[in-house]
């Protein structure tokens, strides 16, 4: 019964979306306040991450000299041939992977499968490891190369100062989810979120959805490198 | 009845998140699928109005499928829905300015470097 109130509370549509900006006490109905505001910080990192990507355009659209071509200074050389971008196709479907992964995470942590749960996290949190780690390997073959924010042997010297920016943002924001992961899935493979009680990622025994919210960032990562590997490895 | 301290039952959980596991590895394949495309499209070598056109459209495609599916985005109401997708737009506004703004400033360092 409760269940229908809902509904009928709560048309779906745009009358729906017109009801909830104009209601009582709360927009955003059936969403805690939890995921609510982690979207909110999701979209404001859109806009830190749009601005970045904005100002890589600037640079590279008002620069006279020629841009670094991307296919041959991120190429890689295996076996005696070079492949083009190999390094940064194989940190994307690591990326995809963890974020399949953690999709996994989230539909285990609402059927309260305590370990599954956790050990999807912790591979969440070892592929993207291993994304900061070819990252890591990545920038110091560039750097070995001589590629400074100030400028480099390959082209236009703004072609530095925007890989750094935009690339070491990005992996800021991989390295503190990997900080997360670990910490929500310990907390959860010890049965803390199956113990009665408030804390500050649950509001009971049996809440998972701390699971969902640190999904919506790490899926968030994934999404960002989307753009990044589109606009700044690619065009 | 509405005794919030005992173990709620995983279906009761108005607030969750439950979809088929096949959706799930369906979007994850198709991620696999347009990363790869995007890869060939540069090794490739596409120029010009082929490579742009086709990079967008598998990015946001990609994009799509993880707002989508991945962050549940489609179904969620439409009052969070539209409070996270509508206000990015903005950013095609700005996009536009600094078009402008960098074609002018090329403009004025092609005519004052040229030694004229």
């Not at chain 2, 198709?30 to 010009?48: E, I, N, R, T």
């Amino acid at each position: 019964m409760a269940e229908s109130t809902l509904q009928t509370d709560h048309p779906e549509g745009l009358d729906g979306f017109v009801r909830d900006w104009s209601s009582d006490q709360r927009t955003f109905k059936r969403v805690s306040w939890g995921k609510a505001m982690m979207w909110i910080f999701l979209l404001s990192d859109t806009f830190v991450f749009s601005i970045f990507l904005i100002g890589y355009m600037s640079a590279r659209m008002s620069t006279k000299s020629d841009w670094p071509n991307t296919s041959e200074v991120f190429s890689l050389h295996v076996g005696g041939a070079d492949l083009p971008l190999l390094l940064i196709a194989i940190m994307t479907f690591v990326l995809i992977s963890s974020s399949g992964t953690m999709a996994m995470a989230v539909r285990c942590g609402y059927a309260r499968a305590r370990k599954a749960t956790a050990g999807l996290m912790y591979l969440t949190a070892l592929l993207g490891a291993t994304f900061v780690g070819m990252q890591v390997f990545e920038w110091t073959k560039l750097i070995q190369e001589g590629v400074r924010p100030w400028g480099n042997p390959f082209g236009a010297e703004q072609f530095g100062a925007s890989f750094f920016m935009i690339t070491g943002f990005h992996g800021t924001h991989v390295s503190i989810g990997v900080l997360f992961l670990i910490i929500i899935a310990t907390k959860i493979w010890r049965g803390e979120f199956d113990r009665p009680g408030r804390t500050w990622l649950k509001s009971d025994a049996g809440d998972y959805e701390a699971v969902e919210i640190m999904g919506l960032y790490w899926h968030f990562v994934d999404l960002v490198w989307v753009f990044i590997f589109a606009f700044f490895y690619l065009w | 009845m509405t005794d919030t301290t005992t173990l709620k039952p995983p279906t009761a959980h108005v607030e969750g998140q439950q979809h088929p596991l096949k959706l799930y590895f369906l979007v994850w394949g198709l991620l696999f699928v347009l990363s790869a495309f995007s890869y060939l499209v540069d090794y490739a070598g596409l120029q010009g109005l082929a490579r742009w056109s086709l990079i967008i459209v598998f990015m946001l495609l990609k994009a799509g499928l993880i707002v989508a599916v991945f962050m549940h985005i489609a179904w969620e109401r439409l009052a969070l829905a539209y409070a996270i997708l509508l206000p990015p737009l903005a950013v095609l506004a700005f996009l536009a300015i600094m078009t402008f703004e960098s074609d002018y400033t090329l403009a004025t360092r092609i005519s004052v470097f040229s030694g004229h």
